[in-house]
């Protein structure tokens, strides 16, 4: 297995440490205290030194202005993002926008393609994923009661969705709703691209998750479509292709997260090995020389590295035989990199003691935000009953 970066792609990833450690990592203060308003106009300047330098849009094909790399590439870049919650934002290949923005490369016709994909691609708006119902396991995407019933050349939308991240100041959402009740399990629901000043678009709230409701990118609204109309052309693919397309989306959505978890990782490794080294628990007796913090420092190291490769090797399964290929390395990943980062939060918040739980570092953010790696994009347990059922069906 070798992971050989080129020549490029290794200077790419110089600028891009540098810069998230110049230019982003000293934002954070203002992410983690909730002052938006002073946070947001720094974001965007920081864009902008981001698109000049060349660095923008590192996911997205070069002929739609992106950088062009592949699923392997920019797992690496993805892991030098998410060494800062803001990382992923600055070069706009942030969630839900970057898998938004695929599938209506992948999907969108020119004329969609012009009003909602390239605004998103400058960075002048943002979007939004609506899918889960609080009424419906989000874990069996088939079953869902939002409905979208045709009326000449509109589609009318009914439909109460949660948990649709960043809705809150995005320009549209990309909702699942039943088209073809009458369909396969598989082919009843497709998916629609709504405008967020349609008439009948409402968000109820920004639902209040682990004691925070967040603002614009960071959070998670509750909406409903109430009698929400929109024209039949902003259909995305064909009438029946939502759960395809949703399943495409989530392949490749998946290594660009369990990269950014373990950059995040990577964050959480150095803070507790440099508050290690730092912190006396007696005159002359650091934290290092304790073989409890010896053990969580190595243990970390460990698993880290372990899941790193394990995340290389599904990203370059990906790009050589496709996302199909690839179903059991993807699904093993997720949750098992998803442990991975809880293990390793946790380690270091205990190694930080009372600084571990303030909001001076970025640990105790990710430990309460990214807790939801268990469940978002398939809980762990069903991506492990999956692969279950694949072994057992070999014997
Ligand atoms: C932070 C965050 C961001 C999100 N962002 C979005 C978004 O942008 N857009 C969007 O549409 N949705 C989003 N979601 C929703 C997410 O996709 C769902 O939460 C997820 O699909 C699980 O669905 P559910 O919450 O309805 O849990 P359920 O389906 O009710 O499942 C509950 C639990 O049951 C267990 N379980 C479920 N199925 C099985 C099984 N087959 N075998 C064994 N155990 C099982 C699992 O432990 C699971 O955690 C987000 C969620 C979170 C937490």
């Not at 990309?174 to 009843?188: K, L």
């Not at 978890?261 to 290690?276: H, N, S, V």
Request: glycine content about 8%.
């Amino acid at each position: 297995m070798t992971f050989d970066n080129s020549p490029e792609l290794k200077m790419i990833l110089n600028t891009m440490r540098e810069f998230v450690r110049e230019e982003i990592i000293p934002l954070e203060r203002f992410f983690l205290n909730h002052d938006f308003e002073t946070l947001l106009p720094l974001l965007e300047e920081k864009r902008q030194k981001a698109k000049g330098l060349g660095l923008w849009l590192p996911q997205i094909p070069s002929a739609y202005g992106g950088m062009g790399l592949s699923l392997l590439e920019h797992g690496f870049v993805s892991e030098v993002l998410g060494q800062s919650p803001l990382g992923h934002y600055v070069f706009n290949c942030q969630a839900p926008d970057a898998g938004n923005m695929e599938i209506l490369i992948e999907y969108g016709t020119a004329e969609q393609q012009d009003l909602f994909l390239k605004p998103l691609l400058a960075g002048q708006t943002r979007s939004c994923f609506s899918m889960t119902e609080p009424e419906n396991p989000g874990s069996n995407p088939t079953w869902m009661s939002s409905t979208a019933v045709r009326d000449r050349d509109e589609y009318v939308i009914e439909g109460h969705k949660w948990f649709t991240t960043a809705a809150d100041g995005a320009a549209f959402a990309i909702v699942m709703a039943v088209t073809n009740p009458q369909a396969a399990r598989h082919q009843r629901a497709s998916m629609i691209i709504v405008p967020t000043d349609t008439a009948g678009f409402r968000i109820v709230e920004n639902t209040s998750v682990m004691g925070e409701r967040g603002q614009g990118f960071a959070s998670h609204s509750e909406i409903r479509y109430e009698q929400c109309r929109v024209p039949v052309d902003n259909l995305l693919g064909e009438e029946g292709a939502g759960f395809v397309i949703a399943q495409q989306r989530l392949g490749p959505g998946r290594i660009h997260h369990c990269m950014r978890w373990i950059g995040i990782c990577e964050r959480a490794f150095d803070l507790m090995c440099r508050q290690a080294v730092l912190r006396e628990v007696a005159p002359g007796r650091t934290l290092a020389s304790q073989q409890t913090v010896q053990n969580w420092v190595v243990e970390s190291r460990a698993e880290i590295n372990g899941a790193r490769l394990m995340v290389l090797d599904a990203a370059q399964k990906i790009d050589r035989l496709g996302t199909y290929a690839a179903r059991d390395e993807i699904s093993l990943i997720k949750f098992h990199v998803a442990g991975v980062l809880q293990q390793v939060l946790d380690r270091a918040i205990q190694v930080h003691g009372a600084m571990g739980m303030t909001d001076e570092l970025p640990l105790a953010y990710w430990f309460r935000h990214e807790r939801a790696a268990r469940i978002y994009d398939g809980p762990d347990e069903v991506h492990k009953r999956s692969v279950a059922r694949r072994i057992f069906a070999r014997y």
